[in-house]
């Protein structure tokens, strides 16, 4: 056991000179890193999908494919950075006559980024994950709180990136992991002293509201503020209208229940609410999802106290005044398993209750009971900020309900027509970020290469002489990038 | 007089119904739109240049100037959004057999947005300036809360923005402006009660600290935290190497006080702080200092406001313990007039007294003498975060003292190798924001069309029909602007 001060103050250190080298390394150097970084996670073999296995409870053929998934992700952004759109080098050439200097921009690393990962990907949001590689392809260097849920887990992602720290030369400082139990102190108060300590200059989280809040408002209240991206998950409404619950209510029941409980509920896309207006539509969806969850079979959740908080949180939504339980899974659990449950409500108290709306991480789903549309608008404009929202909608809905369609564009990062939220592809398009309390800064995400814009800020040099300038920026463009020049994009030399 | 809360709910409200409308608008549209606002104000003759003259003491070519780079911005603001490069359209197509989905994203305005006015320009910073065009470009609608200073030219201003929404037939909410007149209680009540209110979605701002870190507090203590863009100055730092000063002592002395006291020094970037390594050089900077500023004539400054706190503040800074004056305009000053003046001071007391780094708007400048470069890495370290920072150097003062070149590199937003800070060119390249407490949040700017980058938020849409899509996602790509398909850049339809 480390005192944290004298522990922690000595990462920051680290990590505060690993930043002045980061800030030497050009894109292409930073991306052949993270493609070493991705080498190495995958010559990780059976070892560390057992110990994510043992430390989570996902099955073995969910943790392989999130492990492709985390290499797909060090690879795709390696390769975004590398091609210099997130440098968005800026050229505007000196013009004596017209009195104009020689302005340079680069996006540069914005410092030292503290990163929180998640529970519910061991790999893809957690030490390895998406936070640490837009952080390092940022040129920022990292320092990671392993997560206290999969601590071997992490150490074995951590030791992969610290080896290859070391094959390429590079200040240790360049990455650092620790767990809660190295230092003394609650995991909170570790958190909110290096949220809290100058040299770091952002912050990465995945995880709930409570966590999420709590590092925003002190990095607000530094003597210096600083970002954070906290993506704290939300309830992603699925919005069902007549036409689609009167063609396929028992398909969309089958959808709706496997995305409710895919991974025992645990995704920050989960769809946990689910609204349509009262008829025969709804009425056999609720029947068919009845017949759906009533069949799925418990499973174990992560760990003990994301059940302990499911069980908790899911009876106290069941025993709201107006609302009934519509299924439960036929299969009781035993102690630490999510056992799949829907409960059903109208629109009038979900729109008087706003703990109807709160997130239950787990397989819980709430139906809501419209009259009519105009009690689907009110619900939509009285919902707060959602990772996503999917419309069940057919394309006359769409005509016929513009109100409601224009009204949830407001509410969310992304919108699906029909399908699922759950799923979240790593791609260019990728949203994964909406406005809070789903996130603490709808202009970012943290999925798809786009995440490396959280830990960038632009540098401008005036009137600078060539062989001091960064090559992204050198007249030369040795590194072959698209660049704006005067206003034209290009990738020619000056 | 209007009861606050009634009057500005009024506002809001227009503000939000316009914003709905604006959803639908494309960037052609919203860039016609701003090419006729830039119109408008062409038409504007004299009458708007004397009640500005009248209103702030600015002279006339000044404004003129700043006339022109006011149209300047629309224009150019009008043209990168209609180049679609704050669209940021990313489409990564579907591919059934490998389970993925269509997904596009296009970055669309957060939502309404308020902006605060500086006083020290007029136009371009003002009810018409850059934070209302990049706001409008990027799709949001705008209030804004004329500055008390010049009320008549922001009414103008305003008038040639309301009477292009009324000639494209758009809601009268697309743009607001009132004054502090309209409505009972104090600027900064009313400035509060907009911040706060739910239906706001972003904050820009040029001013003091004081009133945008307030802005910025609110802003992170509602329910739902918004942006907010502060732009509160700095004392842009010049580190004059040796080198430069025994070169040339005499025109770098020159070339400062021109550039200290431009505006009666009434710039954010105006170069408050001057530090050299003492010696022959410095001592003849220091003579021909003298000498400069003695012969600049005072000049009236831009309100009674500004001119009390410049005295109060030039005064508490002269008479800091380790301070003497080294030069004064030999002209007196009457009531209302910037008096240039410069004092000196060793880095032992700079360094040890924070308050000589702060600063003080108006034409004043404290020179700073360090025994060593030691002192001058430890005067780097401690500088708090600022617009610009300055190196009057050679290129071997940069291979000599890359310590102090690679700590400045975090301090700043641009960084100017020799010339002066003054001047904010409105081009792609600028940078015109810096770490806190000179912005908010470094990872933006305020000038140059990237400023509309502030108030856009990314919108992913999944297996969306296309004929819902925004214009800029549908397959024709009918606007004709470069979009990312499948991770290539390309014009083309799909």
């Known amino acids: 056991m480390n005192q944290p001060k004298v522990y922690l103050e000595g990462l920051v250190n680290l990590a505060s000179e690993a930043f002045q080298f980061l800030k030497s390394t050009t894109i292409a150097e930073r991306a052949a890193f993270m493609h070493a970084v991705a080498d190495k996670i995958e010559l990780l073999g059976q070892e560390l999908l057992d110990t994510a296995h043992c430390e989570t409870a996902l099955p073995l053929p969910r943790l392989t494919g999130e492990k492709a998934r985390t290499i797909g992700q060090w690879r795709s952004y390696a390769n975004a950075v590398a091609s210099g759109i997130y440098t968005e080098a800026r050229i505007d050439l000196a013009d004596p006559e017209k009195g104009k200097s020689d302005i340079r921009k680069l996006s540069t690393g914005i410092g030292p980024v503290v990163v929180f990962g998640a529970s519910n990907f061991p790999f893809a949001f957690s030490t390895a994950g998406g936070d640490t590689a837009s952080a390092i392809g940022a040129g920022c260097s990292v320092i990671v709180k392993g997560h206290p849920a999969h601590p071997k887990t992490s150490t074995i992602m951590a030791d992969a990136i610290t080896a290859t720290v070391k094959d390429f030369g590079w200040p240790e400082g360049v990455f650092a992991h620790f767990l809660g139990n190295n230092v003394e102190g609650t995991d909170i108060m570790v958190g909110a002293y290096l949220t809290a ?25 530094r003597e210096e503020p600083i970002p954070v991206f906290a993506e704290m998950g939300s309830v992603n409404p699925v919005f069902a209208f007549t036409n689609v619950l009167n063609e396929r209510a028992e398909t969309l029941a089958k959808e709706y229940a496997t995305s409710l ?3 025992v509920g645990q995704f920050c896309t989960n769809p946990g609410v689910f609204i349509g207006v009262k008829g025969d539509g709804l009425d056999r969806f609720k029947k068919a999802l009845e017949i759906e969850i009533f069949s799925i ?78 009690e689907v608008l009110v619900i939509a404009q009285q919902l ?11 394309k006359e809905d769409v005509r016929a309900h513009e109100d409601i369609f224009n009204v949830v564009k407001d509410k969310a990062g992304r919108l699906l027509f029909n399908g699922m939220p759950t799923g979240v592809e790593v791609v260019y398009a990728m949203q994964h970020g909406g406005p809070f309390p789903s996130c603490t800064d709808p202009r970012f995400t943290s999925v798809g290469p786009d995440a490396v814009k959280r830990f960038v800020r632009p540098l401008a040099f005036q009137n600078w002489p060539d062989e001091f300038l960064p090559a992204e920026l050198k007249n030369d463009n040795k590194l072959g990038i698209t660049r704006m020049v005067d206003g034209v994009s290009t990738t020619t030399r000056i």
């Open 384 to 394: 707060k900020g959602q990772l996503t929202i999917t419309l069940a909608a057919t």
């Open 297 to 374: 079979v418990p499973a174990t959740m992560l760990n003990p106290g994301i059940y302990t908080a499911f069980e908790k949180n899911k009876t106290a939504l069941s025993t709201q005044g107006g609302v009934a339980v519509l299924s439960e899974s036929a299969t009781e659990s035993t102690e630490g398993q999510g056992r799949p449950k829907v409960v059903m409500t109208s629109a009038k108290s979900f729109i008087a209750n706003p703990m109807l709306s709160e997130e239950v991480f787990g397989p819980f789903g709430v139906v809501v009971e419209a009259e009519d549309y105009e």
């Open 261 to 263: 409980t895919m991974g």
């Open 197 to 221: 300590h100058p040299a770091v200059k952002a912050v990465g989280f995945t995880g709930s509201y409570r966590g999420g809040k709590a590092l925003f408002d002190i990095a607000n209240q």
